[in-house]
């Protein structure tokens, strides 16, 4: 089983055989095309690379295009790559879809989180920030952030204020809780990284299984 992309639809809850509520995301998850499949024998490494979402043609480079048609598949806005145990056993043109999966099981979710701009250590990092009496100024400030004579600068990685968020972040060992294969949903237990319409990387999970 190599794996899906999909797209973050939103998040929901559903109830389980005790009446429990848990709270779940819906990733709207192939017809992914295999593009290319690469082996040991020729490539050094097995995986499969598949394709996800629409693109006109003119938006990508000829050789990309190229590489489609020698598949003869459409072009897509998502080319990715899943690693096999042996990948004589798929073929391009076969379609991977939501049945791989099984409910119980346990998945890794790949998303990009969510852009949130330059911002401050308070924001970015939990910082308690100073009093909000009166005559202080330092309400958000990060303090004093230097050494003292030695080594008289500011040591490499010190939280400061940057760029927070817009990261690639996995999340392990989510558990699948439904699957419908007409319409091709994936139910995960949990939320996961990214904004909604997102793309997102299920895979089978490395650790938990």
Do not use: W
């Not at 999909?6 to 995301?25: C, L, N, S, W």
């Not at 499969?48 to 295009?65: D, H, I, Y």
């Not at 003869?72 to 049945?99: H, M, N």
């Not at 939320?191 to 089978?204: A, D, T, W």
């Amino acid at each position: 089983m190599p794996g899906i992309i999909g797209k973050k639809v939103g998040m929901t809850q559903v109830f389980d055989e005790k009446g429990e509520i848990i709270p779940a995301t819906v990733i709207e998850a192939g017809p992914c095309p295999i593009v290319q499949v690469k082996t040991r024998a020729r490539d050094g490494y097995a995986a499969v690379q598949v394709g996800f979402g629409a693109r006109r043609e003119k938006n990508l480079t000829k050789p990309v295009v190229g590489h489609y048609k020698k598949a003869k598949l459409p072009v897509r806005s998502i080319l990715r790559e899943f690693r096999v145990e042996d990948g004589t056993e798929y073929e391009a043109g076969q379609e991977l879809k939501v049945d791989q999966f099984e409910v119980g099981k346990r998945v890794d979710v790949v998303a990009t989180s969510i852009g949130r701009g330059f911002q401050g250590t308070t924001k970015r990092h939990g910082f308690t920030g100073g009093k909000a009496t009166h005559g202080v100024t330092t309400h958000r400030q990060p303090g004093s952030i230097g050494a003292s004579a030695f080594p008289s600068r500011v040591i490499k990685g010190k939280r400061l204020p940057g760029r927070m968020g817009g990261k690639q972040v996995t999340m392990k060992n989510l558990k699948v809780v439904a699957i419908d294969v007409e319409q091709s949903l994936l139910v995960i237990r949990g939320s996961i990284p990214g904004p909604v319409r997102g793309f997102v990387l299920v895979r089978p999970a490395k650790q938990g299984r």
